[in-house]
């Protein structure tokens, strides 16, 4: 049996207000009051898909000492068009570079694909689980619809053949050139065809007829599936494909419109993360990937369901949540603005390319050292101890300390400092395993930072550089009182 | 053994520009400032210097890179000069480079000259620093006053004072700060400032505000050191002879910001500096003995916290004697009589030795309006870098023998 081994998911803690997003534009669009129902997630500053996969694929293998054989990874956002991004997953999360990784995109349907993939490579004997990620953070135009109806997330699975919750029924997929959108090489934003064409050529014609094709050659009857997650790209389009096919209404999963937006090529695999959540012993999950065609995929839930440790997943990104009703912090974070920086924003040195790879394991991995004497951790690591009383001279074991439980040592926030949301905060974080470090705080609330409040490191943008195209990634802590996360 | 610097080396004349944001000058322009007072002070010729320390920190605006604008610019007779930088703890670090070459016998008269121009980046606040290849891809991007805030969170969580009381006494601090520099003809800032209106003022880095932070300034500063002998032979009178006591760095060494130690309510490299020159001076309750001091006040907790680290206040007992007015002109033994670098300003480079020309002034009774009675021993204390990684440079001055 292969399957389904884990899953996780994040969701950034910030929910734009759509209403207020709305009326900004109701001089222009009054239309666009017609969306302005709930809210949808919202990236910060410093997210983008892959920050988004790492904490899925985090929360994905929290507690498990698993081998992995692959790291794939989905999106129609991947910040590198040539820098393997899945290679960067795989080394935020510290994994031995014997790990094969792959990006997949260019369609909504890249998440589905790449746990497609996943399962054929489990499928083929290949050693190890496979880790599976879908991630997108679409930009949308100012006033659109899109702006509104989007949303940004991630959801992973670990995919293997023991310790199965979920065994892999099979895929079925369909590839049509129906371009209902499209986004060409080097732009910015989607363009967009009319909605109406989309429901009745696409979902009330080919897209029904291809699933009951993929149910059948899956012997899936309709009647038995009991969760059924279709990745539509607007709300209230799975209903009638589920009806056309003779699937039951309450089997039909809440595409989390209202509550996290259309989150792209990571729709079908946060969907199907939710359904796991409260899936029982034998119930039938069929989740569908669309986008110039379609994945469809379906599982049977296993007994070992019930042995899975509690995890972050859907559920509890939604419960960490921070409303925004600042419209102008959401078109900032998009850069669908042009902003006043400051002169301080222009100072942007290039990034030592040789320097960043010497020192990956520590700038991507949050690896520091051991010393082999006195066991002091400390970050980073060096050829000499920094305990004071120790200062042994020996190359150190490597130490990871990203998962690491750390308090906040000292802190500002200084509205000096150029940041793309100021105030700057920052402070020294130290580990209750011994290391500390002065980092970025990230995820804060105004006036609730304080001395011995508890973070968890995440991975995030440090900064941009925009002249030469250049993301640099490393790690920030985040407090946890806002942070309510394992 | 070593035997320490202790009254090997005489200052034969200083000078210093007025420090303010000289949008008439640049850097050459403000170093000829400094070095024409300071030679007419020594009564000696430029040809006389046989080496020079030239002190700038922020090469990437206005100064440029090596020692090559002081001498061109003040046209040294094809002399040694060696550009040092060592944080905002440059000026100390040029004037100990000068020290050591006299007590060395390297040569008969040295040099030091500080100079900073920071009014040529287009921005109030200090400009940023080129950090090298790797701080970028890991450190946040602080400012200096949020790093020093970080001090204020360490010490209010230590001390478990209320930051309304932590706030009235930074003001206390500032406040008596611009009271002094009023008397100073040569400061950025001379103007009196009510407590009120600095705990009022815009927030800058979290609890400092604007009035926690000190000037950010244009200007240059500079000594001629000798020997006691040579001095004498020059023509000083011995009465009149102000010699190094003292002349100590302390560098952090990666334990504060990566060993979970340090608290960080106090600034480790200043006490270790601190005993090590009371030492040198023969210091033993400097309580007692300094009779003024001039100290990095870069930001009011930083001067707060140096009040501790110099074994003048007990630990947690600054803000008392703040708002005693241990430290005012009127004071026991007042701090920043010149106004500090929250009023005369801090152009990086020169501040260490616009620390020493206020205490040469003060020794030598020529500081006017602001002049103390009998000073014996005078204290500057010079921090560059983080709270977590520093340079500190503490000299201490005082009469021959």
């Given at each position: ?33 017609a ?5 949808r ?5 410093d997210?983008?898909?892959l ?32 820098r393997?991004?899945?290679g960067?997953?795989?080394?935020a999360l510290?994994l031995?570079?014997?790990v ?73 997929s369909?590839?049509?050139d ?37 149910l059948a050659?899956?012997?899936v009857a309709a009647?038995s ?6 990745a ?9 494909v ?12 809440d ?18 993360a939710?359904?796991?959540e409260?899936?029982?012993?034998g119930?039938t999950?069929?989740?569908?990937g669309?986008?110039q065609?379609c994945?469809?995929l379906?599982?049977r839930?296993?007994?070992?369901i ?6 972050t ?7 960490r ?5 600042d ?19 222009e ?9 960043m790879y010497?020192n ?12 082999r004497?006195?066991?002091?951790p ?8 920094v ?18 439980p750390?308090r ?20 020294m ?13 990230t ?16 991975f ?6 925009p ?20 | 053994?070593?035997e ?20 008439d000058m640049?850097?050459?322009e403000?170093?000829?400032e ?10 000696i010729e430029?040809?006389?210097i ?8 922020m090469?990437e605006?206005?100064?440029g ?7 061109v ?8 000069v060696?550009?040092?930088?060592n944080?905002c ?10 020290v ?8 008969d008269i ?10 040529d980046?287009?921005y ?13 891809l ?19 969580e ?11 006494a ?46 950010v300034?244009?200007?240059s500063a ?10 004498r ?21 990666g334990?504060e ?12 490299t200043?006490?270790?500096a ?12 400097p309580r007692?003995?300094?009779?003024m ?10 001067e707060l916290?140096t ?22 002109a ?32 003060q020794l ?38």
């Amino acid at each position: 049996m292969i399957g389904i081994t884990s899953f996780g998911a994040y969701i950034p803690r910030g929910r734009l207000n759509r209403a207020v997003a709305a009326k900004t534009h109701a001089w222009s669009s009054p239309g666009l009051m017609a969306q302005a129902r709930g809210e949808r997630a919202m990236a910060n500053w410093d997210e983008d898909s892959l920050t988004m996969a790492v904490e899925a694929a985090r929360h994905t293998l929290a507690g498990r000492k698993i081998d992995l054989g692959a790291v794939y990874l989905g999106s129609t956002t991947h910040p590198f068009d040539d820098r393997q991004n899945a290679g960067v997953v795989a080394a935020a999360l510290d994994l031995p570079e014997t790990v094969a990784t792959a990006d997949f995109a260019g369609s909504l349907k890249a998440g589905t694909a790449a746990l497609i993939a996943a399962l054929d490579r489990v499928g083929a004997g290949q050693a190890g689980e496979v880790l599976a990620v879908a991630a997108d953070r679409r930009r949308a135009r100012a006033a659109s619809v899109q702006e509104l109806m989007y949303g940004d997330a991630a959801a992973a699975f670990t995919l293997g053949s023991s310790d199965v919750i979920a065994e892999y029924l099979g895929s079925h997929s369909v590839s049509t050139d129906f371009v209902d959108h499209y986004r060409a090489a080097g732009q910015p934003f989607d363009y967009q065809w009319e909605e109406r064409w989309l429901r009745d050529e696409a979902f009330q014609k080919w897209l029904p007829e291809a699933i009951r094709d993929g149910l059948a050659r899956l012997g899936v009857a309709a009647g038995s599936v009991d969760q059924f997650m279709l990745a539509e790209p607007a709300p209230r389009l799975a209903a009638g494909v589920a009806r056309r096919l003779g699937i039951a209404d309450d089997a039909v999963a809440d595409g989390l419109h209202g509550t996290v937006g259309q989150t792209g090529a990571a729709h079908a695999s946060l969907m199907l993360a939710a359904a796991l959540e409260n899936a029982k012993p034998g119930q039938t999950l069929v989740v569908v990937g669309f986008g110039q065609g379609c994945d469809v995929l379906a599982f049977r839930v296993t007994p070992a369901i019930s042995q899975l440790a509690p995890r972050t997943a859907v559920a509890a990104c939604l419960a960490r949540r921070k409303e925004e009703k600042d419209y102008a912090r959401f078109q900032a974070f998009n850069d669908v603005v042009t902003l006043e920086k400051g002169l301080r924003a222009e100072a942007n040195p290039q990034t030592a390319l040789s320097a960043m790879y010497r020192n990956r394991r520590m700038l991507l991995g949050l690896v520091g050292g051991r010393c082999r004497k006195c066991g002091t951790p400390q970050f980073p690591a060096a050829l000499r101890c920094v305990n004071p009383g120790c200062h042994h001279a020996e190359e150190m074991d490597p130490y990871r300390f990203a998962d690491e439980p750390a308090r906040i040592k000292t802190w500002s926030c200084d509205w000096l400092t150029y940041t793309p949301e100021p105030p700057a905060h920052y402070g020294m974080i130290e580990f209750e395993c011994g290391g500390r470090f002065m980092a970025d705080i990230t995820d804060w609330d105004l006036g609730q930072v304080s001395v011995g409040q508890s973070v968890r490191m995440v991975f995030r943008v440090r900064g941009r550089d925009p002249q030469r195209g250049m993301i640099r990634y490393f790690w920030k802590a985040a407090p946890l009182a806002t942070a309510r996360e394992a | 053994m070593a035997e320490g610097i202790r009254d090997k080396v005489a200052i034969l004349g200083m000078g210093c520009s007025r420090f303010g944001e000289r949008w008439d000058m640049g850097a050459e322009e403000l170093m000829e400032e400094a070095f024409s007072e300071a030679l007419a002070d020594a009564g000696i010729e430029p040809r006389q210097i046989g080496a020079a320390w030239l002190g700038s920190c922020m090469d990437e605006v206005n100064i440029g890179k090596s020692a090559t604008p002081a001498s061109v610019a003040l046209r040294l007779d094809n002399i040694p000069v060696t550009r040092v930088e060592n944080y905002c703890a440059t000026g100390t670090e040029a004037f100990r480079g000068a020290v050591y070459a006299v007590a060395a016998g390297a040569c008969d008269i040295a040099l030091a000259i500080g100079v900073e121009k920071l009014k040529d980046t287009g921005y109030g606040g200090l400009p940023g620093l080129e950090i090298g290849s790797m701080p970028p891809l890991w450190w946040p991007n602080m400012s200096a006053p949020g790093v020093f805030a970080q001090v204020a969170s360490a010490y209010m969580e230590r001390y478990k004072v209320p930051r309304d009381t932590l706030k009235r006494a930074l003001a206390e601090i500032s406040a008596k700060s611009h009271v002094n520099g009023v008397k100073n003809p040569k400061a950025h800032l001379r103007k009196p400032v009510s407590c009120d209106a600095i705990m009022g003022a815009p927030m800058i880095a979290e609890p400092l505000g604007l009035f926690d932070c000190c000037g950010v300034s244009d200007g240059s500063a500079c000594a001629i050191v000798t020997t006691p002998e040579i001095a004498r032979s020059l023509g000083k009178h011995p009465d009149q002879l102000v010699t190094v006591k003292a002349l100590q760095l302390a560098l952090s060494n990666g334990a504060e910001g990566g060993y979970n130690d340090w608290d960080g309510s106090y600034i480790l490299t200043t006490r270790k500096a601190a005993q090590r020159a009371y030492a040198e001076a023969g210091i033993k309750k400097p309580r007692e003995e300094l009779s003024m001091f001039e100290v990095h006040d870069c930001f009011s907790i930083t001067e707060l916290v140096t009040m501790e680290d110099l074994g003048l206040s007990e630990d947690g007992g600054a803000v008392k004697d703040v708002m005693d007015g241990f430290y005012n002109a009127d004071g026991k033994i007042p701090c920043q009589i010149d106004g500090g670098l929250k009023c005369f300003g801090h152009p990086i480079g020169a501040s260490g030795i616009r620390m020493i020309y206020e205490m040469y002034l003060q020794l030598q009774g020529r500081a006017g309006e602001r002049q103390l009675q009998d000073p014996r021993y005078g204290l500057t204390h010079n921090l560059g870098g983080f709270p977590h990684q520093n340079v500190v440079g503490i000299s201490i001055v005082g009469h021959y023998r």
